[in-house]
């Protein structure tokens, strides 16, 4: 049988073309060339229109999203490990093991093919770091200055354990509140690569899969109430989302939020605050009180935990509020972060 | 990091706040305004307040740059951006704030319009070196702190001749604004003394304030941004009131002289030269009391370069920006603090910036304005927004 | 807007007015045009990508004496 | 407890707004005012990182589609119900039953929010026709000139009955090729409001949920070996992929393959094949040939199979090759689209 | 629908078919140039070569405009694009079409050039009153069937004042060309016959092809494009060769007569007149065979508008596509068919439009191939091609 | 390129020389500049948006007679 594509596909100088997106033999090349190579597994490799698996009965978690970051490569990372991470740690938030992703891509005509390539590569270790497989996908073409190179949305499946049961409902007052590690590095190292910002620091993003440090924290307690990803609007977008959807106030104690020196000066030059930065390999825990040090102490140990501390508790009455104790020994709500300053950080 | 932590420690300002409560006279109240925005927003950030006895209190002035700038400048750079299709750069704070029917640039750039925030006017010059063939706008505003740097973009443009870039200048000079709140005819004010400006004074000095110390009675305290800077010259100046001085006093010596940076004045000065008078959002049109380009800047002058059309938007009936920004009322005391106006959706200037009295209170604040929040089952459409 | 940090200047080109500032291991590049003099290790205001001023490390000392010593008459009161 | 969004979305006049997607709370006042408004269901509303779905052990099938169609409002559809049934179908084609679906939408700044608003409600009745709830998603707003009014990526999980298995790998020479309705309406539809191509016609996309017709299809034939809906490079294409992936040669018949007289005269018109046009609301399907008539008969039935139809064979040898009777008596090859006549049709 | 329809009729083509094989002589064979990709295109889509006997072959000819314009043309086109930054309008085929250094309109595009595809040339126009701050050129390519439309585009024009509209003119004429590939001097040539073209006819009539009959004694047949007019014309041109006949006959009479369409004939004389020369892919440098556009419309020539560079570029070392557009080889026997050369990436210009004799090789007949056709485990590298 | 259909002229604007010509229910804008008359009903050859020529009815019907005559030939052969 005649080999479908005779030519390879020319990575190193090639650039991304409509006649990709156009659902010609072009197209299948570059998905058989550059993902089907980087994924490379059973279910992707039969390039049916589904995957199909084996699932046990019971609960799975499911979570979507888009990737629009800009830069596309940064310090840390690039859109592909966001991409498979972002959606890895919204699945692991509902204390789910991830098992599958799905990825639709978004190109723009004229993107660098050897850029795609490297994105899927950093897909594909993402992928491998968390324990998941990329099992199908799409790819989609548009006219040069319809998109901003590429854009990926990521759809996954993971499995609850039996007897785990975590969300806003089950947040309640005397709660602790717990972060696994410093705040905003993620944004701030998008921030330090953005044309009308940029600045020169070590930071770097800590897009990171969380899964396994879950699965160290429910070992601990199993009784865990909630978990979430403190990422667009950082953590004070989470405490006020939780908050609302709990209908309890949170009170956090602003010294005991970690943050690394180089965010904090980063913060100070631009004028923001760490917790409104979004971070991608970061969670926030909520657990009965009595829990909280075993908690901690569990998180410490693993390498994405390192770092994890209390810093507050869920408090009766003023549902919906998130006040702050200030490093100044004053007292302020902590609110979402107003008005458009930190778009596209993911 | 130096000269920023040490100013924030929770030990000291313990400390200072039980100095302060033990020096102030409980037999009289304490109606000190901070004048700069950057003093609004540390207030707030830091919980100072909370730190301060009961008949001490801050009262918010006009000083953020983003607040006074009127509905009708802000018009006009729209049309620039809209009409003129230039590209239009501004601080970021700038997007939000509304204009006329409700539209802002934010909104203008959604709809189409080339609007882009920059950190620095320096890079505005890139952008107008990258794009010979667009018309590039700086939408200049800001007080004395602001202005150096577009004098020396001017001077730059000048020198390279980069005739696509121009300058919408609506700079503006503290001490008018000052001279305005304080000198309202036939009324008394509330206010015993004044925290003076901490960067606009390191540019031109504490000399400009001692004339409102002598003639109106009223110590001022330049003072740093930091909150123990704020919390120091809060008990310098009830020292003043305590012993009935009214001085200027300079407590943010590590950067503030009498006379100020000299050479920032001097390219101030080649460049730019007072206005007749321009109209304030809060305070109406003040004598003397912004800037606009010199004669031999007069290629660089979006004013000149562009039609402009004169606009008569005004605010938003019911909002309380102008009495707030004299320090006459408090965002508590606005109908639509909280309900139809918010930072999301702001319906007067003071609801943008950070350093704006409003959203100020709305961020750090709000849980103290009890009864004022709408209920959750209250029902706020548009028609409340005029 | 009226935002403005002290940082550390660590390097000068005279030629083009323009320093790196450090705050911490951040690093950035602004305009010192209106500076009359700098040099490295000097302390500055930085204000929209601009050098305002220079900062007095003695003035700075002499101020943090002056709040520490007005703390203490609150201390005690404290205590 | 203060309402979060005191002021509603101005949904007639509005426009997206970077705002919208810096992860404040416009973001997701959005999110609440026009998706959970429409999508509304119990999992979606509890505004979490994911959806925590309870399922049955066994198979499922999971798919991904990125839509960036151009025009975002066509004859017989618009972007929403494209997203909807585009997912459906996939996880349809394996004979599954599509349960939940996810859907991340990359909003262009500037976009009206009235037809926003107009594309969930297509998205909403797609979804209650197709009988799927959307359990979650996920919203990005990027700037003005870095996309195109609003790209939607939808990923579907649906569960397999039991002894049900559908793929490639199953064709085998002597198999029937049926197709359950007529081929191109979706594609012309969509190009006969193309700027540069624009003609009048009554001819309407047939984008439909297909998961209604599977079901009728595996009653008689339980032993169907393969689906596929023959969207992007339309029937051409997939026979193409699926001689490919299946090592066999096909033989199809032009008379038989049911084309409408309208997408025939815009053939003409455009210089194109029926054969390489898009549909959205049809399957191709391989079975035995001894169970062709039954099936097509059953097919017929269905309002989505009216005008099913055998049009061809699998054949031995010249694995990959699909051939067809020319209408004329002729015989040629049918391969997929050459280059990139047809962009963004989906 | 009417007129097409009726000339696809399995049955009637059963039946010619039959007459053809009567009636062809099977002492000899015919070798019948179709001189139109447009009669290529026929041929494949609907197999009729599969209805004719053994010793009846057609023969693709020249007549595919996009095979025959020369890559120094073609980087011209990019050129106007890339570095003149025009925006550049052009009929669709023309997009995949290989330039010099594997360049194409297509590619030029995803690097950033305006390169938009157009159904018409009236769109063009719309395009070029839909932006009068920018360039839009033209890329005019085709025979004598698209060359008044282009007429009727400068026409209007230059009435309406269109000075941003400019046209790259490359309209070549068929008669040029049939005489190029008879007169080979010192070679006897392998074709009997010729199918005459079916839409160009209907402009310039029949009566030019009357002397290639005549001074080469080669029976034409001018065709329709509809398989059975196709097949029909074949069996007129059997038929003279079997009478020893070499006459123009026209099979196409509802659309084409002697003269042709005269208004358009001087819609073109006005606004076009004859190239010296003009180089041909395949043809090489063919003696007055194309149009340019008069003195009167110099103001809308993108040649004299644009500064274009001299491209030296030529086809790629392997490609028999000059051979198989003079009809002297089939696609088959070139050695990059279907290996590295395939519709996805054309190294000739043959295997683009769907009227290409390759691109028509490989999309309907590569079954045929057998052992031209690579292996599934055979390697091609780029390195195949020059 | 050198596609061009038949269509059935069903209106004609003479003041812009376009006509909208149909293909069964496909209704397309064409210029009719290159005419010099077409009416209501007349068949053209349309090629790149433009009529090239009107169609003859008689002389498509002589057409398919002659076909049909010399298919008949071959029909006799084929029986
Ligand atoms: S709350 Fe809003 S409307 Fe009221 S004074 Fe403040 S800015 Fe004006
Ligand atoms: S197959 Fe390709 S390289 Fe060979 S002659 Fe045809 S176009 Fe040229
Ligand atoms: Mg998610
Ligand atoms: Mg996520
Ligand atoms: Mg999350
Ligand atoms: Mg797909
Ligand atoms: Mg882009
Ligand atoms: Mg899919
Ligand atoms: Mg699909
Ligand atoms: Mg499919
Ligand atoms: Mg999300
Ligand atoms: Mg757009």
Redesign the pocket.
């Known amino acids: 049988m005649a080999r479908r594509f005779p030519v390879r596909l020319d990575i190193a100088r090639g650039k991304v073309e409509m006649t990709h997106g156009g659902g010609g033999r072009a197209g299948a090349q570059l998905v058989e060339e550059i993902f089907f190579r980087h994924f490379g597994n059973a279910e992707l490799a039969k390039a049916a229109?589904?995957a199909q698996l084996s699932i046990a009965g019971g609960r799975i978690a499911v979570s979507t999203d888009s990737h629009v970051v800009s830069p596309l490569f940064f310090p840390g990372g690039d859109i592909g490990t966001l991409a498979v991470n972002g959606t890895v740690n919204d699945v692991a938030m509902a204390g789910a093991q991830p098992l599958w992703l799905t990825a639709g891509f978004i190109l723009e005509e004229g993107f660098p093919l050897a850029d795609l390539d490297r994105i899927a590569a950093s897909m594909a270790r993402a992928a491998a770091e968390a324990g998941v497989e990329i099992v199908?996908g799409?790819t989609k073409v548009v006219d040069r200055g319809k998109a901003d190179g590429v854009f990926i949305t990521t759809s996954g499946i993971g499995v609850i354990p039996e007897g785990v049961s975590l969300g806003a409902a089950r947040i309640q007052a005397g709660d602790a509140i717990i972060v696994s590690g410093s705040m905003g590095d993620h944004g701030m190292a998008i921030l330090s690569r953005r044309e009308s910002i940029d600045f020169d620091s070590p930071v770097e993003s800590d897009c990171a899969p969380l899964n396994g440090l879950v699965g160290v924290m429910l070992a601990v307690a199993p009784n865990l109430h909630a978990l979430r990803d403190p990422t667009r609007g950082g953590l004070a977008a989470v405490l006020n989302e939780l908050a609302h959807d709990s209908g309890t106030g949170m009170l956090i104690d602003e010294q005991a939020i970690p943050v690394s020196e180089t965010v904090h000066a980063a913060c100070e030059l631009l004028g923001l605050d760490p917790v409104n930065i979004a971070n991608e390999g970061k969670l926030v825990a909520f657990c009965p009180a009595a829990e909280a040090d075993r908690l901690v102490a569990a998180m410490r140990t693993h390498p994405r935990g390192r770092d994890a501390a209390v810093i507050g508790h869920v408090t009766p009455g003023q549902a919906g509020l998130v006040r702050m104790r200030t490093r100044f020994g004053g007292e302020r709500v902590v609110d979402w972060l107003n008005g458009e300053q930190l778009p596209r950080i993911c | 990091m130096k000269y920023v932590d040490e100013f924030r420690s929770e030990t000291l300002a313990r400390d200072l706040a039980a100095t302060i409560a033990r020096e102030a006279d409980p037999g009289r109240s304490y109606a000190i305004m901070e004048f700069c925005g950057g003093h609004t927003h540390a207030i707030f950030r830091y919980g100072v307040q909370d730190l301060m006895p009961g008949n001490v209190s801050f009262v918010h002035g006009p000083g953020c740059p983003v607040c006074v700038l009127p509905i009708p400048r802000l018009d006009n750079a729209i049309e620039i951006a809209e009409r003129h299709k230039a590209i239009l750069l501004t601080y970021g704070d700038m997007m939000r704030v509304p204009a006329s029917k409700r539209r802002s640039l934010l909104k203008a750039k959604a709809g189409g319009a080339d609007v882009r925030m920059v950190y620095s006017v320096a890079d505005a010059l890139k952008v107008a070196r990258a794009n010979p063939e667009r018309q590039v706008v700086f939408f200049a505003i800001g007080f004395e702190t602001t202005t150096p740097p577009t004098a020396v973009a001017l001077l730059t443009a000048e020198r390279e001749g980069l005739a696509n870039f121009s300058v919408f200048c609506n700079h503006v000079l503290t001490p008018s604004a000052m001279q305005q709140i304080l000198d309202v005819p036939g009324q008394s004010i509330a206010i015993d003394a004044f925290l003076g400006p901490s960067h606009v004074s390191s540019v031109i000095g504490s000399a400009p304030y001692e004339r409102f110390a002598r003639d109106f009675h009223k110590p001022v305290v330049i003072a740093g941004f930091e909150p123990l800077d704020v919390m120091y010259s809060a008990l310098m100046a009830i020292r003043q009131l305590n012993e009935g001085r009214a001085e200027v006093e300079n407590q943010y010596t590590r950067v503030v002289t009498r006379e100020g940076n000299l050479k920032a004045q001097a390219m101030v000065a080649e460049v730019f030269e007072l206005r007749d008078s321009f109209e304030w959002r809060g305070l109406g049109a003040v004598p003397g009391s912004a800037l606009r380009l010199r004669e031999r800047f007069r290629a660089f002058d979006a004013e000149t370069r562009f039609a402009l059309t004169p606009s008569t938007g005004t605010d938003v009936k019911g909002c309380e920006c102008p009495a707030i920004l004299r320090g006459q009322k408090k965002p508590l005391d606005c109908k639509l603090f909280g309900t139809v106006c918010t930072p999301d959706n702001p319906v007067g200037s003071c609801m943008v910036s950070s350093e704006g009295a409003c959203a100020a209170y709305w961020s750090y604040r709000r849980h103290q304005a009890g009864e004022h929040m709408p209920a959750e089952d209250e029902a706020f459409g548009e028609e409340a927004v005029a | 807007m009226c935002l403005a940090v002290p940082a550390e200047v660590v390097s000068l080109d005279l030629e083009t007015q323009t320093a790196v500032v450090a705050l911490g291991q951040v690093k950035k590049q602004i305009s010192i045009a209106l500076l009359e003099s700098v040099t490295v290790g000097d302390f500055v205001l930085v204000h929209v990508g601009f050098a305002l001023n220079r900062i007095s490390p003695e003035e700075a000392a002499r101020t943090l004496q002056l709040m520490a010593e007005a703390g203490l008459l609150g201390e005690e009161e404290a205590a």
């Open positions: 229109d589904q199908t799409d």
